[in-house]
Protein backbone atom coordinates (compact mmCIF):
# COMPACT_ATOMS: atom_id res chain seq x y z
CA UNK A 1 0.00 0.00 0.00
CA UNK A 2 1.36 3.33 -0.81
CA UNK A 3 1.38 5.46 2.54
CA UNK A 4 0.29 9.08 2.81
CA UNK A 5 2.25 11.53 5.34
CA UNK A 6 1.17 15.02 6.26
CA UNK A 7 2.23 17.24 8.14
CA UNK A 8 1.79 19.41 10.50
CA UNK A 9 -0.83 17.17 12.12
CA UNK A 10 -2.11 20.84 13.52
CA UNK A 11 -1.56 24.72 12.65
CA UNK A 12 -3.38 27.24 14.22
CA UNK A 13 -4.16 30.22 12.20
CA UNK A 14 -6.63 33.05 12.41
CA UNK A 15 -9.21 34.44 9.79
CA UNK A 16 -6.84 35.88 6.99
CA UNK A 17 -4.22 34.00 7.28
CA UNK A 18 -2.94 32.20 4.17
CA UNK A 19 -2.47 28.17 5.27
CA UNK A 20 -0.31 25.78 3.70
CA UNK A 21 -0.59 21.78 4.29
CA UNK A 22 1.61 19.49 2.60
CA UNK A 23 1.19 15.80 1.98
CA UNK A 24 4.15 13.07 0.53
CA UNK A 25 3.43 10.14 -0.99
CA UNK A 26 5.62 6.71 -0.35
CA UNK A 27 6.39 6.22 -4.17
CA UNK A 28 5.70 8.36 -7.33
CA UNK A 29 1.78 8.56 -7.63
CA UNK A 30 1.83 11.32 -10.38
CA UNK A 31 -0.96 13.93 -10.19
CA UNK A 32 -3.50 11.10 -8.44
CA UNK A 33 -3.66 12.85 -5.35
CA UNK A 34 -7.32 14.38 -3.86
CA UNK A 35 -8.09 16.72 -0.86
CA UNK A 36 -10.77 16.39 1.36
CA UNK A 37 -12.51 18.40 4.43
CA UNK A 38 -13.45 17.26 7.40
CA UNK A 39 -15.73 18.94 10.24
CA UNK A 40 -16.36 17.67 13.51
CA UNK A 41 -19.44 14.74 13.20
CA UNK A 42 -19.93 15.27 9.42
CA UNK A 43 -18.94 13.52 6.45
CA UNK A 44 -15.42 14.55 4.61
CA UNK A 45 -16.13 16.51 2.07
CA UNK A 46 -13.95 16.45 -1.32
CA UNK A 47 -12.41 19.84 -2.00
CA UNK A 48 -9.95 18.92 -5.20
CA UNK A 49 -8.97 15.60 -7.25
CA UNK A 50 -6.17 15.02 -9.39
CA UNK A 51 -3.83 17.70 -7.56
CA UNK A 52 -5.22 20.74 -8.99
CA UNK A 53 -8.75 20.19 -9.75
CA UNK A 54 -11.45 21.99 -8.07
CA UNK A 55 -14.22 20.12 -7.36
CA UNK A 56 -17.66 21.71 -8.19
CA UNK A 57 -18.86 24.23 -5.57
CA UNK A 58 -15.41 24.34 -3.25
CA UNK A 59 -14.46 28.07 -3.43
CA UNK A 60 -11.60 29.48 -5.18
CA UNK A 61 -9.33 30.28 -1.69
CA UNK A 62 -8.34 26.96 -1.73
CA UNK A 63 -5.58 25.39 -4.04
CA UNK A 64 -3.96 22.24 -4.59
CA UNK A 65 -0.32 22.13 -6.54
CA UNK A 66 2.33 18.98 -6.86
CA UNK A 67 3.27 16.15 -8.70
CA UNK A 68 5.16 13.04 -7.98
CA UNK A 69 5.97 12.50 -4.07
CA UNK A 70 4.94 15.68 -2.72
CA UNK A 71 1.82 17.74 -2.82
CA UNK A 72 0.34 20.93 -0.99
CA UNK A 73 -3.18 22.32 -0.31
CA UNK A 74 -3.37 25.77 0.31
CA UNK A 75 -5.64 28.00 1.46
CA UNK A 76 -5.27 31.35 0.57
CA UNK A 77 -7.56 33.58 3.37
CA UNK A 78 -8.58 31.51 5.93
CA UNK A 79 -12.55 31.85 6.43
CA UNK A 80 -14.10 30.71 10.18
CA UNK A 81 -15.96 27.94 7.85
CA UNK A 82 -12.37 27.03 6.56
CA UNK A 83 -11.93 25.69 10.46
CA UNK A 84 -11.35 21.85 9.96
CA UNK A 85 -9.34 18.81 9.24
CA UNK A 86 -8.00 18.19 6.21
CA UNK A 87 -7.13 14.81 4.37
CA UNK A 88 -4.90 14.30 1.71
CA UNK A 89 -6.02 10.60 -0.64
CA UNK A 90 -3.72 9.06 -3.21
CA UNK A 91 -6.11 7.85 -6.02
CA UNK A 92 -2.92 6.44 -7.91
CA UNK A 93 -3.94 2.97 -7.28
CA UNK A 94 -5.84 0.56 -5.28
CA UNK A 95 -6.09 0.25 -2.29
CA UNK A 96 -6.68 4.26 -2.30
CA UNK A 97 -4.76 5.19 1.14
CA UNK A 98 -5.24 8.45 3.17
CA UNK A 99 -3.18 11.00 5.38
CA UNK A 100 -3.05 11.15 8.54
CA UNK A 101 -4.85 14.63 8.87
CA UNK A 102 -4.20 17.79 9.61
CA UNK A 103 -6.16 20.52 12.04
CA UNK A 104 -6.79 23.60 11.38
CA UNK A 105 -7.77 25.16 14.74
CA UNK A 106 -8.33 28.81 15.35
CA UNK A 107 -5.37 30.79 16.53
CA UNK B 1 -28.88 16.63 -6.21
CA UNK B 2 -27.19 12.69 -4.68
CA UNK B 3 -28.02 11.94 -1.69
CA UNK B 4 -26.47 8.60 0.14
CA UNK B 5 -27.65 6.99 3.42
CA UNK B 6 -26.26 4.46 5.40
CA UNK B 7 -28.19 2.30 7.43
CA UNK B 8 -27.98 -1.12 9.27
CA UNK B 9 -27.23 -2.40 12.98
CA UNK B 10 -25.04 -0.24 15.17
CA UNK B 11 -24.21 -2.81 17.41
CA UNK B 12 -22.85 -6.44 16.30
CA UNK B 13 -21.59 -9.52 18.47
CA UNK B 14 -17.52 -10.54 18.04
CA UNK B 15 -17.64 -12.77 15.07
CA UNK B 16 -21.26 -12.19 13.47
CA UNK B 17 -21.60 -10.17 10.09
CA UNK B 18 -21.81 -6.74 10.19
CA UNK B 19 -23.93 -5.51 6.68
CA UNK B 20 -24.60 -2.11 6.35
CA UNK B 21 -27.12 -0.69 3.20
CA UNK B 22 -26.53 2.63 1.11
CA UNK B 23 -29.82 3.98 -0.07
CA UNK B 24 -28.51 6.38 -2.90
CA UNK B 25 -30.99 8.69 -4.15
CA UNK B 26 -31.09 11.38 -6.97
CA UNK B 27 -28.90 8.99 -9.12
CA UNK B 28 -29.07 5.66 -11.20
CA UNK B 29 -26.82 3.56 -9.22
CA UNK B 30 -26.49 1.94 -12.55
CA UNK B 31 -25.09 4.88 -14.33
CA UNK B 32 -21.82 5.16 -15.93
CA UNK B 33 -18.77 6.33 -14.68
CA UNK B 34 -18.99 5.98 -11.34
CA UNK B 35 -18.64 3.50 -8.69
CA UNK B 36 -19.95 2.59 -5.25
CA UNK B 37 -17.91 1.68 -2.15
CA UNK B 38 -17.19 2.00 1.61
CA UNK B 39 -14.79 3.48 3.80
CA UNK B 40 -14.81 3.29 7.49
CA UNK B 41 -12.88 5.52 10.06
CA UNK B 42 -12.16 5.14 13.80
CA UNK B 43 -9.16 6.58 15.84
CA UNK B 44 -7.08 4.27 16.08
CA UNK B 45 -6.66 3.72 11.67
CA UNK B 46 -8.05 6.68 10.53
CA UNK B 47 -9.84 6.86 7.43
CA UNK B 48 -9.86 3.36 5.63
CA UNK B 49 -10.64 2.39 2.32
CA UNK B 50 -13.06 -1.06 2.60
CA UNK B 51 -14.67 -2.13 -0.97
CA UNK B 52 -16.00 -0.22 -4.27
CA UNK B 53 -18.30 -1.88 -6.64
CA UNK B 54 -18.18 -0.33 -9.81
CA UNK B 55 -21.50 0.22 -12.70
CA UNK B 56 -20.64 -3.09 -14.44
CA UNK B 57 -20.65 -5.07 -10.73
CA UNK B 58 -16.40 -5.53 -10.91
CA UNK B 59 -15.82 -5.16 -7.35
CA UNK B 60 -12.24 -4.29 -5.65
CA UNK B 61 -11.14 -4.81 -1.89
CA UNK B 62 -8.40 -3.48 0.48
CA UNK B 63 -6.31 -6.64 0.65
CA UNK B 64 -6.40 -6.72 4.63
CA UNK B 65 -10.15 -6.98 4.16
CA UNK B 66 -10.69 -9.34 1.04
CA UNK B 67 -11.22 -12.08 2.61
CA UNK B 68 -14.47 -10.88 5.20
CA UNK B 69 -15.51 -8.88 2.60
CA UNK B 70 -18.60 -8.70 0.14
CA UNK B 71 -19.92 -6.18 -1.50
CA UNK B 72 -23.40 -5.87 -3.88
CA UNK B 73 -25.53 -3.87 -5.42
CA UNK B 74 -29.16 -4.10 -5.96
CA UNK B 75 -30.48 -1.34 -8.64
CA UNK B 76 -33.91 -1.98 -8.32
CA UNK B 77 -33.69 -0.72 -4.70
CA UNK B 78 -30.96 2.06 -5.98
CA UNK B 79 -28.69 0.36 -2.47
CA UNK B 80 -25.84 -1.24 -2.56
CA UNK B 81 -24.74 -3.00 0.49
CA UNK B 82 -21.63 -4.14 2.53
CA UNK B 83 -20.76 -7.35 4.72
CA UNK B 84 -18.16 -7.95 7.07
CA UNK B 85 -17.54 -11.81 8.49
CA UNK B 86 -15.90 -12.15 11.67
CA UNK B 87 -16.33 -9.32 13.27
CA UNK B 88 -13.75 -7.91 16.07
CA UNK B 89 -13.30 -4.98 18.16
CA UNK B 90 -10.65 -3.49 15.48
CA UNK B 91 -13.72 -3.19 13.32
CA UNK B 92 -15.50 -0.84 15.51
CA UNK B 93 -15.96 1.89 13.45
CA UNK B 94 -17.42 5.07 11.84
CA UNK B 95 -18.74 3.32 8.27
CA UNK B 96 -19.20 5.86 5.38
CA UNK B 97 -20.65 5.31 1.83
CA UNK B 98 -19.62 6.88 -1.07
CA UNK B 99 -20.22 7.63 -4.71
CA UNK B 100 -16.82 7.42 -6.58
CA UNK B 101 -15.69 8.53 -9.80
CA UNK B 102 -11.71 7.98 -11.39
CA UNK B 103 -11.98 3.95 -11.48
CA UNK B 104 -13.61 4.32 -7.60
CA UNK B 105 -10.20 5.95 -6.12
CA UNK B 106 -12.08 9.58 -5.61
CA UNK B 107 -14.93 9.64 -3.05
CA UNK B 108 -17.17 12.74 -4.30
CA UNK B 109 -20.40 12.51 -2.47
CA UNK B 110 -20.46 11.01 1.02
CA UNK B 111 -23.22 9.66 3.27
CA UNK B 112 -23.60 10.94 6.82
CA UNK B 113 -21.89 7.82 8.15
CA UNK B 114 -23.02 4.96 10.20
CA UNK B 115 -21.77 4.21 13.66
CA UNK B 116 -20.74 0.62 14.48
CA UNK B 117 -19.65 -0.70 17.27
CA UNK B 118 -18.48 -4.70 18.12
CA UNK B 119 -19.06 -5.55 21.27
CA UNK B 120 -20.99 -8.90 23.58
Known amino acids: DIQMTQSPSSVSASVGDRVTITCRASQDISSWLAWYQQKPGKAPQLLIYSASSLQSGVPSRFSGSGFGTDFTLTISSLQPDDFATYYC?????????FGGGTKVEIK | QVQLQESGPGLVKPSETLSLTCSVSGHSISSSPYYWGWIRQSPVKGLEWIASISDSGNTYFTPSLKSRVTISVDSSKNQFSLKLRSVTAADTALYYC????????????WGKGTTVAVSS
Open chain 2, 98 to 109: ARQFSWGRVMDV
Open chain 1, 89 to 97: QQSNSLPPT
